[in-house]
Nanobody
Framework: QVQLVESGGGLVQAGGSLRLSCAAS????????MGWFRQAPGKEREFVAA????????YYADSVKGRFTVSIDNAENTAYLQMNSLKTEDTAVYYC???????????????????WGQGTQVTVSS
């Protein structure tokens, strides 16, 4: 079992930045990589970004490419999502996850991840 704890969400104005963190209870990301998802009210959970275990390969949804950056610090068992140039449509609950059933990639699906964080709210105001 792996516990994931997210932090860093909050309220920010459009155009602003936030950095989300995802801390794992034990060494996990270096083997599986990890992914970030988000879910807005009334919508399905959607893929945001993913990173390989080495940290050398990253993948992004088209809607966030060029604005968000995913990274991992395997020594600290922590992953990050740097979010810049935030838009109101980025408002959602953000989740980190460990893809135990697939390798990280742009097509990563929620049902390919067995471990999830509790979610952190990101609200972008206009």
């Amino acid at each position: 079992q792996v516990q994931l704890v997210e932090s860093g969400g909050g309220l920010v104005q459009a155009g602003g930045s936030l950095r989300l963190s995802c801390a794992a209870s034990r060494s996990t990301f270096n083997y599986y990589g990890m992914g970030w998802f988000r879910q807005a009210p009334g919508k399905e959970r959607e893929f945001v970004a993913a990173i390989s275990g080495s940290g050398l390969s990253t993948y992004y949804a088209d809607s966030v490419k060029g604005r968000f950056t995913v990274s991992i610090d395997n020594a600290e068992n922590t992953a990050y999502l740097q979010m810049n140039s935030l838009k109101t449509e980025d408002t959602a609950v953000y989740y980190c996850a460990v893809p135990t059933r697939a390798t990280p990639g742009r097509g990563l699906r929620a049902n390919e991840c067995d471990y999830w964080g509790q979610g952190t709210q990101v609200t972008v105001s206009s």
